[in-house]
């Protein structure tokens, strides 16, 4: 962005002042004489506090600064397809539906999706003596340079291995332009997608990889959507794939998780949450930290966490194995542990897909087919038999038999020697046995469901037996007025 703001407009630069943003703002509000103040509105509840609690704290200098001057706020709604409140507008009673089925029907009535907002072209400069009013107001940064990774805490020798998924995801819109231009270049492979059928365990990236640069708003989802469209128009109706499963099922999915984050209190707990049924989870921290630090003892479960660790992206099916494994399928760990791990690491975490999905593959809300439970043994032979990614992520298995990866504790000791593997000594045994557990978790998940039947008929009960008592007393005093 400094670049092109340079290349466009030799004479300014993108200013950059690290802080708190409550505080920071209002001072350069001040700083720059601003009238007017643009952002993007953003779905997500912590996002939208922490921006009301911003334009609060403009105003509340401005009027202690004896009305200094009048600054107008702009906010955009283009984080998503359609606003918010669009949506709501159109559902009965003004409730987001609870099912991706009905969302669709609000969304075929919303008409045409908008085109993305017009680029900026002309950019003033900043008011004589700005700056110098901005360095002295933060004397810590007194060139507001784009900071370095270093700068931020990050370690960039982590970050050497971001590009071994087969994408690097180089910030920036440039990056993420050219990176929507080479994928609807792939016109079959755009309008055959179906997002099920794609790879967890790819060697590369097996979708669009777009999600991180939507996500940050280097691409507009609405050029995406009309890009996809364009694609759409070049082959006959009955050969495009259609949503759920296509790219633009996705970007359609994408504005229900939001709309379900947006109108959901405490979207991401499980106390305090409509959505979500209460299941009694385990605690237990030994538990947690083998599945975020690999060490589960299942190579497809070890491997998927790798990836995530170094590069900061994994498929979304992978992402399923993952978070079924460490809930209901295995572990029997809170969901909202993962998603917070997801939130730190997933250089695409967008908290309400995040909460959405972890309330999905735990059962908690969304989807309550928790007979239905990923292997984390047999889902990755499906698409990987001869156990590629495993040794990609893994490489001390990079000897080791086709025959036992995805199981390595049943190879012969014999086996394990000769690939120069030990289990239990250079790989973990299994935290748990699959096959046991999963069984033992189902029964568990059983009993939460039929625990929340029981709350909800008693309520239930409570409701109608209230009601009746109402009727009863509205009777009675019926009776005593005729006869008065």
């Known amino acids: 962005m400094n670049t092109k703001l340079r290349t466009n407009h030799k004479e300014q630069q993108l200013v950059v002042i690290q802080g708190k943003p409550e505080e920071v703002l209002p001072q350069v509000v001040c700083d720059l004489q601003a009238t007017d103040l643009y952002y993007e509105r953003e779905p997500a509840a912590p996002t939208r506090e922490r921006d009301g609690i911003v334009l609060e704290a403009i105003r509340t200098r401005l009027e202690k600064g004896g009305n200094l001057q009048t600054c107008s706020i702009h906010g955009y709604d283009t984080h998503t397809l359609f606003p918010m409140e669009h949506y709501l507008a159109r559902c009965k009673g003004g409730v987001a539906p609870s099912i991706y089925g009905s969302f669709t029907k609000v969304f075929h009535q919303m008409g045409p999706v908008p085109k993305e907002l017009d680029v900026v072209t002309n950019i003033p400069p900043m008011p004589t003596g700005s700056l110098a009013a901005l360095q002295k107001s933060f004397p810590d940064t007194p060139e507001f340079k784009v900071p370095s990774l270093t700068s ?80 759409y128009a070049k082959f006959p109706a009955s050969k495009v794939s259609q949503p759920p499963v296509s790219l633009h099922g996705q970007l359609m999915w994408r504005d229900y998780n939001n709309l379900m984050g947006y109108t959901t209190p405490k979207f991401d707990k499980m106390l305090g949450n409509p959505v979500a049924r209460q299941i009694p989870w385990d605690d237990d921290p030994v538990m947690l930290d083998a599945w975020v630090n690999a060490r589960t003892g299942y190579p497809f479960i070890d491997a998927i966490m790798t990836q995530l660790k170094e590069t900061g992206f994994i498929h979304h099916l992978a992402r399923h194995a993952v978070a079924c494994f460490l809930t209901r399928g295995d572990l029997w760990q809170s969901w909202e542990d993962g998603a917070a791990v997801f939130e730190e690491r997933l250089i695409d975490a967008d908290w309400s897909l995040n909460n959405f999905n972890w309330q999905w593959l735990s059962c908690t809300a969304h989807f309550y087919q928790y007979f239905r439970c990923y292997s984390p043994v047999a889902f990755g032979k499906k698409t990987d038999p001869n156990g590629d990614y495993i040794r990609k992520w893994l490489p001390k298995f990079r000897n080791f038999p086709t025959k036992y990866i995805y199981e390595p504790w049943t190879a012969p000791i014999a086996v394990q020697k000769s690939a120069g593997l030990i289990i239990g000594k250079d790989y973990p045994q299994p935290i748990v046995d699959h096959k046991t557990i999963s069984k033992s978790n189902m029964n568990r998940m059983k009993q939460a469901y039929d625990a929340a039947k029981e709350a909800q008929s008693a309520v239930a009960s409570n409701v109608t037996s209230s009601s009746a008592r109402k009727g009863e007393a509205n009777g009675g005093a019926a009776k005593k007025r005729r006869k008065t």
């Open 152 to 231: 931020l805490g990050y370690d960039e020798a982590e970050l050497e291995n971001r590009g071994k998924g087969g994408i690097a995801f180089i910030g920036g819109e440039d990056a993420g332009i050219a990176l929507l231009d080479q994928m609807m270049k792939r016109t079959t492979w755009v309008s055959t997608f179906e997002k099920p059928k794609t790879k967890p365990n790819s060697l590369t990236v097996d979708t669009t990889g777009l999600s991180p640069y939507v996500k940050h708003g280097l691409v507009s989802p609405r050029r995406f959507y009309h890009e996809l469209s364009k694609v």
